[in-house]
């Protein structure tokens, strides 16, 4: 009798004990396309930093760089099989998920970054953080890269001179449409794969920025690569819903003011690591840059600008306007 009594006390004292001995920290798989020395790559080991700083012992993150762990093709999917916890993937990328976060994509509809980071501080865009909870995809922050700039294997001064080339982008709706209107072909591909791409000549341009451009050695295949900042290539930092829900309240709420910090500090930098990386380019001498004159940048607007009406059924007017808003100069 006392030994049974016993054993059960031991094997409760054990039940209770065992958890504190057996407690493993939560791994968070951070997944993304880019190289480390970008705004987006950067952002990914700050937050790994402070992480391991203020939740030791409780979350460790596991930074996979340049598509290591999953690339553009698989990415969203491993994320909504647990088997990656975040990701920072393109806002051209969600089009599977949701419509309106192509506003992103419309061609000239943000003046500069400055404009961007306003609209992503505005109620309409904050909602959009939310705009794929049906597919499980949780939105934490908008992360910023820079504007978009033109390559190619010759020079595009004037929209007719992008006809019949072949450019590389992010499957997007509206980026493709934008080369249909230049009379030039589009083809999706991963952003992995777009070097060796223009390498061998299957596509003849892309459209990126100085970041995406020095960083992937794409100036090494364009001897052009007109200054057009066009377009904005931001990104939307995401969970897992259930595996987000799943984390203790304190290490979760803790985990997002990290990342509100962190984003803080990559949307500060991103400008200057992008003027940064096209020094670079410009010292490496491979491409040479296409400086446009207002009139000459005028007649892209102009030729681009048609796909605002064209898309605003999809995105939803309200989204639209609240993004012309922060451009009350157009
Ligand atoms: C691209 O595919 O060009 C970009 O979305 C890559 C990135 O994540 O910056």
Redesign the pocket.
């Known amino acids: 009798m006392y030994q049974s009594l016993l054993g059960v006390a031991l094997s409760a004292l054990f039940l209770v004990a065992q958890p504190a001995f057996a407690e493993e920290p939560i791994v968070i798989k951070f997944s993304?396309?880019?190289a480390d020395e970008?705004p987006?790559g950067r952002g990914a080991l700050l937050f790994k930093k402070l992480v391991e700083e203020r939740l030791a012992g409780q979350v460790k993150v596991e930074v996979f760089p340049n598509s290591t762990l999953f690339g553009?093709a698989d990415e969203l999917q491993a994320l909504q099989d647990g088997k990656v916890q975040m990701l920072?993937?393109?806002l051209?990328?969600f089009e599977g998920y949701t419509k309106q976060l192509e506003v992103f994509d419309l061609p000239f509809l943000f003046d500069d970054l400055e404009a961007v980071k306003r609209f992503q501080k505005r109620d309409k865009s904050r909602e959009l953080l939310h705009s794929m909870a049906r597919s499980g995809i949780y939105g934490l922050a908008y992360w910023n890269?820079g504007m978009k700039q033109l390559s190619a294997n010759r020079e595009l001064r004037a929209p007719a001179d992008a006809k019949g080339l072949a450019f590389r982008i992010?499957p997007s709706s509206v980026i493709n449409a934008q080369f249909g209107l230049l009379d030039a072909t589009a083809v999706k591909m991963?952003?992995a794969e777009?070097l060796k791409a223009l390498q061998d000549g299957k596509v003849q341009g892309t459209e990126?920025?100085w970041s995406?451009i020095g960083s992937q050695k794409l100036d090494s295949a364009q001897p052009f690569i007109t200054e057009t900042n066009h377009g904005v290539?931001s990104?939307m930092v995401i969970s897992n819903q259930k595996f987000w829900n799943s984390m203790p309240y304190p290490v979760r709420t803790q985990l997002e003011s990290i990342i509100e910090e962190v984003t803080v500090e990559v949307n500060k930098d991103a400008e200057a690591l992008n003027q940064k990386e096209r020094e670079h380019v410009v010292a490496n001498g491979k491409a040479r840059i296409v400086a446009l004159s207002p009139a000459e940048r005028e007649a892209w607007r102009t030729a681009m600008q048609p796909l605002w009406k064209q898309f605003e059924g999809e995105i939803g007017t309200d989204v639209l306007r609240a993004a012309q808003v922060v451009n009350r100069k157009h």
């Open positions: 993304h396309v880019v970008t987006k553009d920072a993937p393109s051209s990328k890269n992010q991963p952003f777009t990126n920025t995406n290539l990104y």
